[in-house]
Nanobody, 115 residues
Framework: QVQLVESGGGLVQAGGSLRLSCATSGSIFSNSAMGWYRQAPGKQRELVATITRGGNTNYADSVKGRFIISRDNAKNTVYLQMNSLKPEDTAVYYC?????????WGQGTQVTVSS
């Protein structure tokens, strides 16, 4: 069974920072593009950022310049550094592994930004 284990969520004040981590097995990580998505209450899940096996990144316009996605191939872990957080960033954040033709999801971690 494929597992993506997320950590690092929590409660932070507006303007603060958090770093999310997502670890998985080497067989999944080394062959997958990795990503972070989020889902706020009453809204659809949306892309936050992705990173390819080669390190190319893509960001949602709403987080460009504030969030940084990175991957540590030695630790089979992907990170999301979130800076200058805003109340509208409040959501459950999900880790994603895209290993064609399969897609795997983590269980989600709550991020709450207070104003």
């Amino acid at each position: 069974q494929v597992q993506l284990v997320e950590s690092g969520g929590g409660l932070v004040q507006a303007g603060g920072s958090l770093r999310l981590s997502c670890a998985t097995s080497g067989s999944i990580f080394s062959n997958s593009a990795m990503g972070w998505y989020r889902q706020a209450p009453g809204k659809q899940r949306e892309l936050v950022a992705t990173i390819t096996r080669g390190g190319n990144t893509n960001y949602a316009d709403s987080v460009k310049g504030r969030f940084i996605i990175s991957r540590d191939n030695a630790k089979n872990t992907v990170y999301l550094q979130m800076n200058s957080l805003k109340p509208e960033d409040t959501a459950v954040y999900y880790c994603n592994a895209d290993k064609y033709p399969y897609i795997y999801w983590g269980q989600g971690t709550q991020v709450t930004v207070s104003s």
